[in-house]
Nanobody, 116 residues
Framework: QVQLVESGGGLVQPGGSLRLSCAVS??????MGWYRQAPGKQRELVAT???????YYADSVKGRFTISRDRAKNLLYLQMNNLKPEDTAVYYC????????????WGQGTQVTVSS
């Protein structure tokens, strides 16, 4: 059974940084990504990365967030800098989709709250 387990969320002040991690068991996926869902809003793509390290970012996070992966350890990361209150959401790790659309495999989510 494929499992995706996120970690690294928390409470941070505006302008601060957080690093999310996602551990993936059993399968190395070509495309992995991060999505988020804020209260009352639909889940949205944040960033995706392919096995050859092609990256894609939502306009709202370009220049602030960086997605990366450690293929040997089958880990996915999201470095989030200059966080804003509008970044507050539950962040989900995803695998098996395309650079522009999520796949069938999801983690349980980790809460990120940006507030002073």
């Amino acid at each position: 059974q494929v499992q995706l387990v996120e970690s690294g969320g928390g409470l941070v002040q505006p302008g601060g940084s957080l690093r999310l991690s996602c551990a993936v068991s059993r399968i190395i996926f070509n495309i992995m990504g991060w999505y988020r869902q804020a209260p009352g809003k639909q889940r949205e793509l944040v960033a995706t990365i392919s096995d050859d390290t092609t990256e894609y970012y939502a306009d709202s996070v370009k220049g602030r967030f960086t997605i990366s992966r450690d293929r040997a350890k089958n880990l996915l990361y999201l470095q989030m800098n200059n966080l804003k209150p509008e970044d507050t959401a539950v962040y989900y790790c995803n695998a098996g989709g395309t650079l522009y659309r999520g796949g069938d495999y999801w983690g349980q989510g980790t809460q990120v709250t940006v507030s002073s």
